[in-house]
């Protein structure tokens, strides 16, 4: 059951944020200030999982480990039995797919809570309505135990008194070698934890991703179709490579999404990943120059006739056409490697996956953009030591990594009705696919790893990839960090961007209006943005 919190507690949250009720009525109250918000705590010990060897070892440069098959013995996570015996764990989180099905119907879910030794009650809500339930939880103080917290720059509802006043502090937990309690928690990369840490502590727990970032996928068996070098050395011969693998006549285009090749361009130019920091001065992606002969060099692409005829009239169908042949390059995320190979390529005779990696604009190097170290983070209610040790071992459960039974059970449920073996390999049944999309990966997770059983082949040159692309990250100095205002503004300001920089890209919108859209955000939201950004910097790197 839980337990609402008191008219003084609420108006100590984010209801000022949520409900438009400021803090002033409430005492000695004082929100941490933007110093006190990005203070450092000392990060967990890394502590590698080392249980399954593989010839395609993760990197401490940020590489993700690779297997071409799961284990026929999978290792036994919890050899003492269920290992977060106690009560109830309700999880409030996101869903991308269909929700599954409920528990009293999933085998999968019922079988999860039987392992960790307590049920775990997911909350679930599509992914666009996420915001506004989360704002709605913190306002209405009747927590979950556990939350899905966005970055500040997607929920301004989640800022540093909100944790403080309603989330328990993990550090003591968590922080250097006391994470040993939690090995699988232990087994996630440093980076990802460093988002974690608010108000000198750490206030969350990872949901990781890889640092590579995703590449430019190629519809490999079309371009070699026409017998072209699939790996242009130069905007110039890119440019080309588009001219020459568009064929209007028969619905082929290089491209189908303006922003997406506005950020390749820009990682051709080695442009700033979001945020640039230089001597402690930041430097907003929008407000570089890279951005404007980024804007131009895709206006110029939209004038050739290699972009999509629909590309800025329909929303989110670009993944579509590159399955179905219609474009022939997209940049996506490295999850969306699998998904292609399993959504597009039954249809498809020869269906072929490449990659290409950003050229430098005039030759030479290019760079890629690092990825976000987290899809989101997972927030604790206050409660007593023994209870959030309790969640902790649950959540170290969903972290068990690759090559475990409870990594095979959490991913392909139960043998039999959930996935059958084909060689030591698992391969989900229709009633699988239905109950794997229970949301553990939105509660935490085990660091990224390249797998894809149905064409284990492809797993080489996902690894080729991840090795090339870390050699030449460019980070983004913000992520980590903390602003007030970016968090309350940067939502807004972004929409009303992204029409001018849609509206350059198609032709509509002249270049010079680039200018003014600068010097609006500069004077309204930017200029207080960035020296939020750089006192937070300060603070965590003096």
């Not at 666009?128 to 939880?137: E, I, L, Q, R």
């Not at 649950?394 to 990594?401: Q, T």
């Amino acid at each position: 059951m839980r337990r609402p919190l008191s008219r003084r507690g609420f108006l100590a949250s984010a209801a000022g944020v949520v409900a438009g009720v400021t803090l002033a009525g409430c005492g000695d109250y004082k929100p941490p200030s933007t110093a006190d918000a990005n203070k450092v705590a000392r990060l967990p010990t890394y502590i590698p999982y080392k249980g399954v060897e593989t010839s395609m070892p993760a990197t401490a440069d940020g590489v993700a480990p690779a297997y071409l098959h799961y284990p026929a013995d999978p290792v036994t996570a919890f050899p003492d039995g269920p290992p977060a015996k106690g009560p109830a764990i309700t999880i409030q989180t996101l869903i991308f797919n269909p929700v599954p099905p409920p528990v009293d119907r999933n085998v999968l879910w019922q079988h999860l809570n039987k392992s960790i030794g307590c049920d775990l009650n997911f909350e679930i809500t599509p992914v666009g309505d996420y915001p506004p339930k989360f704002a709605v939880t913190i306002a209405g103080g009747d927590l979950p135990d556990a939350m899905l917290m966005l970055r500040p720059d997607q929920n301004s509802a989640a800022t540093p008194d909100m944790l403080d006043t309603l989330f328990e502090d993990l550090t003591p937990h968590l922080s250097g070698d006391n994470i040993r309690d939690y090995p699988y928690l232990a087994n996630i990369p440093t980076a990802s934890w460093a988002p974690c840490v608010r108000n000198g502590g750490i206030y969350a727990l990872p949901m990781p991703r890889p640092l590579s970032g995703g590449p430019m996928y190629t519809r490999l068996d079309l371009i070699k179709k026409r017998g072209l070098d699939p790996n242009p050395q130069s905007w110039d011969e890119f440019a080309k490579l588009c001219k020459d693998v568009t064929d209007a006549k028969h619905n082929q285009y290089a491209l189908g999404d303006s922003v997406t090749a506005w950020e390749f361009v820009m990682k051709m130019l080695s442009g700033p990943n979001k945020w640039r920091a230089e001597n402690g001065k930041f430097t907003w992606y929008f407000e570089s120059e890279e951005a404007k002969q980024a804007l131009d060099a895709v206006r110029r692409l939209t004038k050739a006739g290699v972009m999509h005829p629909d590309t800025y009239s329909v929303n989110n169908k670009s993944k579509d056409w590159f399955g179905g042949g219609q474009n022939v390059m997209r940049p996506d995320a490295p999850a969306a490697w699998n998904d292609f190979y399993t959504t597009y390529a039954p249809a498809t005779k020869g269906f072929e996956l490449g990659y290409m990696m950003a050229p430098g604009f005039d030759g030479g190097e290019g760079s890629q953009w690092q990825g976000d170290a987290n899809y989101a983070t997972l927030i604790i209610k206050k409660a007593p030591k023994a209870r959030i040790q309790q969640i902790l071992r649950a959540m170290n459960a969903l972290a068990a990594p690759f090559g475990t039974d409870a990594y095979l059970l959490r991913k392909y449920g139960v043998p039999g009705p959930d996935h059958t073996i084909k060689g030591t390999d698992p391969v989900l049944t229709p009633q699988g696919r239905a109950e794997n999309t229970l949301p553990t990966i939105f509660a935490t997770d085990a660091p990224f790893t390249l797998y894809y059983p149905a064409k284990p082949d492809i797993v080489h040159t996902q690894y080729a990839f991840q090795k090339e692309a870390v050699k030449k990250l460019i980070p983004n100095p913000a992520e980590p960090l903390y602003s007030p205002t970016d968090s309350k503004k940067s939502k807004l300001f972004g929409t009303l961007l992204d029409d001018t920089r849609k509206g350059i890209m198609q032709g509509r919108v002249p270049l010079k209006e680039w200018d003014d859209a600068m010097r609006n955000w500069r004077k309204e939201a930017g200029d207080q943005i960035r020296r939020e950004f750089e006192q937070a910097w300060e603070t965590r790197t003096s």
